[in-house]
């Protein structure tokens, strides 16, 4: 089993920054991707950036390229996303998750950071 725990979110202006952090612990030695996952209220959950720890590939979506930077430390055991130039729009609950598997869905979640960005 894998947990996952976040951290960073608040309350931003539009413009600013914040660094989420996400902490895994368990059976860290299974994921394979680390991601980023988003979902504002009436909206579909989105993955917003992903990680493969192996190679380092990343994904971003295409709202938040050139804005979002997703990184990883200590093996797979963090992942951080950094959120630059904020928008109102970017304005959602953030969800830390992780797969088993480069191929696989993900199996494992946070219970979720909100983050604010006001105008």
């Known amino acids: 089993q894998v947990q996952l725990v976040e951290s960073g979110g608040g309350l931003v202006q539009a413009g600013g920054s914040l660094r989420l952090s996400c902490a895994a612990s368990?059976?860290?030695?299974?994921?394979?991707?680390m991601g980023w996952f988003r979902q504002a209220p009436g909206k579909e959950r989105e993955l917003a950036a992903q990680?493969?720890?192996?190679?380092?590939?990343?994904y971003y979506v295409a709202s938040v390229k050139g804005r979002f930077t997703i990184s990883a430390e200590n093996g797979k055991n963090t992942v951080y996303l950094q959120m630059n130039s904020l928008k109102p729009e970017d304005t959602a609950v953030y969800y830390c998750?992780?797969?088993?598997?480069?191929?696989?869905?993900?199996?494992?979640w946070g219970q979720g950071t909100q983050v604010t960005v006001s105008s």
């Open positions: 998750a992780a797969t088993e598997t480069v191929y696989s869905a993900y199996k494992y």
């Open positions: 368990g059976r860290t030695f299974s994921i394979a991707n």
């Open positions: 990680i493969n720890r192996s190679n380092g590939a990343t």
